[in-house]
């Protein structure tokens, strides 16, 4: 798969990880000027998580993206459909409980998880409306989910700029720095078909999210939307 769409196969998806998972985390380093790990300390402060609380980390690859939950004394399951991803996490983090899991047929009962969260991966899920409904369904009452993602910049002239980026930087520097850089080119053009910020909590909504609120990072290249199930 190197071309964007959002009606997504999902095992051609989860292959496509599968290829870049071995330099997954140094090519997004590079790829995002180092703005990846700011990015995911705000995710860790919106989530907030407590210890004994249950965390579900959705999207998590190698689990990388689930070290700050759980150094805060939470229980953080990370979740992930690209079992190259997970075996990758494995070696890494071998006292995780990586799981894998389709986020639109998540494998938890019913109210498990105080918190859920995404990062960089609810625009790959085939069906993404149904990913919010499951995402609600495992949260217990009172519980929270935050989606970190790609959206688009708020000033005019960087946006041109960023999307210049993402069509004509960002394939070479992939070339140079991952393990398959067609797949790059797919998240590129995934990025540019996402729907922005107000849609995206217009999804939330409808989903059964309440409270449904969101604030841009970095001028809107990544934005982080929260909601709340009610109790």
Known sequence: MTRASLNKQPHEVASMFDDVAERYDLTNDVLS???DRVWRKEVARAVDARPAQKVLD??????T??????RTGAYVVPCDFSLGMLQVGKKKHPWLPLTAGDATKLPFKDDTFDAVT?????????????????????????????????????????RTVY?????????PVARAVSSSPDAYVYLAESIRAWPD?????EHLKKAGWSNVAWRNLTGGVVALHRGFKQA
């Open 33 to 35: 000027l180092g703005q």
């Open 58 to 63: 959705l999207a998590a690859g190698t689990a």
């Open 163 to 171: 999307t210049e980026y993402l069509m004509r930087a960002l394939p």
């Open 197 to 201: 910020q107000a849609a995206l909590a």
């Open 65 to 70: 993206s689930s070290l700050p939950f759980a």
């Open 118 to 158: 995404i990062s960089f991966g609810l625009r790959n899920v085939q069906d993404f409306d149904a990913g919010l409904r499951e995402m609600y369904r495992v949260t217990k009452p009172g519980g929270r989910v935050v989606i970190c993602e790609f959206s688009h910049p708020t000033w005019a002239p960087f």
